[in-house]
C-alpha cells in the first residue's frame, strides 16, 4: 500500500513539478469548476499508476492542476464511492497520495439529500460536522504511522477558520446557504421514508454517499477540511418524495454558481 502510495505521487509530482495548495473534489454535478481554472496539467486517472478508476456517470476522471483565484489548486474531476465496489483504502488512495505531494487543505463538494424541514431543493449547505455510518471505515487495519496517529482528534473536522472565510465570501454575494451536518450512507440506494427519518433523529441535516471517509482520512493526515453540499432532493418520514439520479444532477446544476462563487472565495481568501 505505502509503496504504491509513494509510486503514485513521485508520478504526479514529476508532472506538476509543485506543490499545490489545496485539493479539490468535484462531487456530483459541480464539474463546471474545473472550467474556471486555469489549468496547466490534465492527468487521465487511467494514466496514473495505481490510480482506481470511476464507473459513474456524471463523474469524470482526470486530476486537473492548475492556478484559481491566484492559487495552486488539485482537482479531481470524479471520486470514487463505496457503492461503485471499492475498498475504502481504494476510496481513499487519491488522498493519501495527496498527503505525500504536500497539501495541506481539502475541499470537497457533494450531493445530498435534505432532511432538515429548512432544506428546500437546490440549496446549498455548507458541512459543518458529520456522522460516519459507512459500513467499513477506512482506518481500519494497519496504522500508516507515516501519514497520523492510530486514534485521530476529530473535534475540528471541517476547519473553522476556513467556514468563517467561506461564510464572509456567501455574505458578501447574497448567497443564502444552511450549516449542517452531514450523514454518510453507503448507498447506492437513496433512502426509505423511514431511512430519511432516521438520519433526522440522529442528528443529520443531509445524508450522501461520498465525502467522509476522504475528509477522515485528510484528517488522519492533519490536513484541514471544507465541504460544501447540494441539496438535491429532501426526504422524511411523512413524505415519500420520489428521487432520481438525473433530478439529483439538475438540481445540483442550479445550485452551482452559488457553490462555485463560495469556493472560489474561500481559495481567494483563505
Ligand atoms: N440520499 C443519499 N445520497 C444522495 C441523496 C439522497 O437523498 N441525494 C443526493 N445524494
Do not use: W
Not at 456524471?58 to 475498498?87: A, C, N, Q
Not at 495527496?98 to 428546500?120: M, Y
Amino acid at each position: 500500500m505505502l509503496e504504491k502510495i509513494k509510486q503514485t505521487a513521485d508520478y504526479i509530482r514529476n508532472i506538476i513539478q509543485d506543490t499545490p495548495d489545496f485539493a479539490i473534489v468535484l462531487g456530483s454535478g459541480l464539474g463546471a469548476l474545473k472550467h474556471e481554472v486555469d489549468a496547466i496539467h490534465t492527468i487521465d486517472y487511467k494514466d496514473i499508476p495505481n490510480f482506481p478508476q470511476t464507473t459513474v456517470v456524471g463523474h469524470g476522471g482526470k486530476l486537473i492542476y492548475g492556478t484559481l483565484e491566484g492559487k495552486k489548486v488539485l482537482m479531481m474531476s470524479g471520486r470514487f464511492h463505496y457503492y461503485e465496489g471499492h475498498d475504502m483504502n481504494t476510496v481513499t488512495f487519491p488522498f493519501r497520495v495527496f498527503h505525500l505531494l504536500g497539501i495541506k487543505n481539502l475541499i470537497v463538494s457533494n450531493a445530498s439529500g435534505g432532511v432538515n424541514p429548512a432544506f428546500r431543493v437546490a440549496d446549498i449547505m455548507i458541512i459543518t460536522d458529520h456522522i460516519n455510518m459507512m459500513p467499513e471505515h477506512p482506518l481500519r487495519g494497519k496504522n500508516l504511522d507515516e501519514f497520523g496517529p492510530r486514534f485521530v482528534d476529530m473535534s475540528e473536522p471541517y476547519s473553522k477558520k476556513m467556514l468563517q472565510v467561506a461564510e464572509r465570501v456567501a455574505q458578501d454575494a447574497n448567497i443564502d446557504y444552511h450549516k449542517g451536518v452531514y450523514l454518510a450512507l453507503q448507498g447506492p440506494t437513496f433512502e426509505t421514508p423511514a431511512e430519511y427519518g432516521m438520519v433526522r433523529a440522529v442528528g443529520g441535516d443531509a445524508v450522501g454517499m461520498s465525502t467522509v471517509p476522504e475528509v477522515i482520512v485528510a484528517k488522519h493526515q492533519g490536513m484541514d477540511c471544507f465541504g460544501i453540499s447540494i441539496i438535491t432532493d429532501v426526504g422524511g418520514p411523512e413524505i415519500a418524495y420520489t428521487v432520481s439520479h438525473d433530478e439529483v444532477l439538475a438540481a445540483a446544476d442550479k445550485a452551482m454558481p452559488k457553490v462555485i462563487t463560495i469556493v472560489k472565495g474561500l481559495i481567494k481568501n483563505y
